[in-house]
Every structure is written in C-alpha cells, then in structure tokens.
C-alpha cells in the first residue's frame, strides 16, 4: 500500500490532479449511522413533496453557494415582465425540445407557474439541460415580451474553497456513489457501462440500489465487474 500523500494541483487541468488508484491505498472505512426506513408510500402526494423538498434544497444551493437569488417566483416574473430587465429564475427542468436553430426551448417550473425560456446553441448549456433539474437561469424578456433569451444557466456545485487543498492527512482518493443502473433493462446500454466499469475498477465505488431488473432479485454478489451493497 501506498502512503498517504498530498496531490499535484493543476487546476488547469484538474484530472492530472486524481491520478491515484484506489486499490493502491488501503480500503479500510467506517460505516456511520443508518439513514432508516422512509415512511411514505409511493403515492402521488409523496412523489410531489419529494419534488418540491428537492427544489426547495437545491435553490438554497444556489443562493448559500452560488450566490444566485430568484427575482420572485415565475407567475410574479411573468405578471412584472418589463422589457431590458434582467430576470433570474430558479426552476425544475419540466421539458427540453430543440428549436429548428439549434437551440433550446426549456419548460421550467415553480410551485407558482410554468415558462418557456430560450437557451442559444452557442451556449454551452444548450447541451447540458435535462428533464428534472434544478436550474438558475438568469435573462430577459424580448421586446414584445413573448420570448424569454437565456443569458446564462447556474448549476448547483461544489464550490472551490471546499476542496481539500493538500496535507499531511491528505487521502487522494474519493468515492463515487451510483445506483439505478437497471442492468436487464431494454434500454441498459451495455457498451457504455463495459467502458465505465473499466474505469470504475481503478477507484473507490458504492453501488446500490436498483443494479438489475430482474424480478424477485433482492441482492447479488457480483454484476459485471461491480460488488453492489444491494439491489432491488
């Protein structure tokens, strides 16, 4: 094994910096507290408070750590509308279809309102926006007030003073959590998972929940490459 030691840090290109393999270092680790059981049961009104929590959090993200504030809700945005004034709107991807232009015309929404916002295909996050995220997007309205242009996309993120900048007790390597792979499914894509598995393997992993569709499956010992905790 591998002593513990500090990384090269080139932010320029921070993959040179996770150079480590995880089966070089030791594998020991603490499992902490049980989250528990939940106590919904999968109705409606569930999924829907699972939504508005998730939407609630995250827009706390991106104004604890993003510092990015909605200007008010989408239905307030939409009722004040004034033309040459910048608007910021913090919603749930509903829809993405692609314009004619090669942009993207995106359906967000809030507890108050749905609004259809344009993202150029010159911007970046044109190729970034998917159904159920949770997104802040600053722009304004056009002159008839009909379009809304899309002037930049704010993703919730881990920001730069988090990271560990190094040290004695400095462990190079992290962990990825992944789960709800549905192996068997019809639309598993199996070529693409053969290539993470390979890149899977030279680094820490838990995987859990809902590895495979097969019926009556409640945990499995390998899958491909892949020792999950658990299945369902």
Same mark, same amino acid.
């Given at each position: 094994m591998k002593s513990i030691r500090s990384p090269h840090w080139d932010m320029a290109n921070p993959a040179k910096s996770w150079t480590a393999k995880a089966s070089d270092y030791s594998d020991d680790f603490t499992i902490g507290g049980q989250v528990g059981q939940t106590n919904t049961k999968g109705k409606l009104n569930d999924i829907v408070n699972l939504f508005y929590d998730r939407y609630q959090s995250i827009a706390d993200l991106l104004r604890n750590q993003a510092g990015f504030k909605a200007s008010g809700t989408i239905r307030q945005i939409q009722k004040e509308k004034k033309k040459n004034r910048n608007y910021n709107i913090v919603g749930i991807v509903l829809d993405v279809r692609r314009t004619k232009s090669g942009g993207k015309m995106v359906t967000v929404e809030d507890m108050s309102s749905t609004m259809d916002v344009f993202v150029r295909k010159d911007d970046p996050a044109s190729a970034t926006i998917f =159904?159920?995220?949770?997104?802040?997007?600053?722009?304004? $309205?056009? *002159?008839?007030?009909?379009?809304f242009w899309v002037d930049r996309v704010v993703y919730p *993120?881990?920001?730069? !003073?988090?990271? !560990? =900048?190094?040290?004695? *007790? $400095?462990?190079?390597?992290s962990i990825a959590f992944i789960s709800d792979l549905h192996m068997g499914s019809k639309k598993f894509l199996e070529d693409d998972w053969d290539n993470m598995v390979k890149w899977l393997n030279t680094r820490s992993h838990i995987t859990s929940g809902s590895v495979a569709n097969v019926p009556g499956l409640r945990s499995m010992r390998t899958c491909n490459g892949i020792s999950p905790i658990s299945s369902s």
């Amino acid at each position: 094994m591998k002593s513990i030691r500090s990384p090269h840090w080139d932010m320029a290109n921070p993959a040179k910096s996770w150079t480590a393999k995880a089966s070089d270092y030791s594998d020991d680790f603490t499992i902490g507290g049980q989250v528990g059981q939940t106590n919904t049961k999968g109705k409606l009104n569930d999924i829907v408070n699972l939504f508005y929590d998730r939407y609630q959090s995250i827009a706390d993200l991106l104004r604890n750590q993003a510092g990015f504030k909605a200007s008010g809700t989408i239905r307030q945005i939409q009722k004040e509308k004034k033309k040459n004034r910048n608007y910021n709107i913090v919603g749930i991807v509903l829809d993405v279809r692609r314009t004619k232009s090669g942009g993207k015309m995106v359906t967000v929404e809030d507890m108050s309102s749905t609004m259809d916002v344009f993202v150029r295909k010159d911007d970046p996050a044109s190729a970034t926006i998917f =159904k159920d995220e949770v997104l802040g997007i600053s722009g304004r $309205f056009g *002159d008839d007030g009909r379009m809304f242009w899309v002037d930049r996309v704010v993703y919730p *993120d881990i920001l730069p !003073n988090h990271k !560990n =900048k190094g040290g004695a *007790d $400095f462990d190079p390597v992290s962990i990825a959590f992944i789960s709800d792979l549905h192996m068997g499914s019809k639309k598993f894509l199996e070529d693409d998972w053969d290539n993470m598995v390979k890149w899977l393997n030279t680094r820490s992993h838990i995987t859990s929940g809902s590895v495979a569709n097969v019926p009556g499956l409640r945990s499995m010992r390998t899958c491909n490459g892949i020792s999950p905790i658990s299945s369902s």
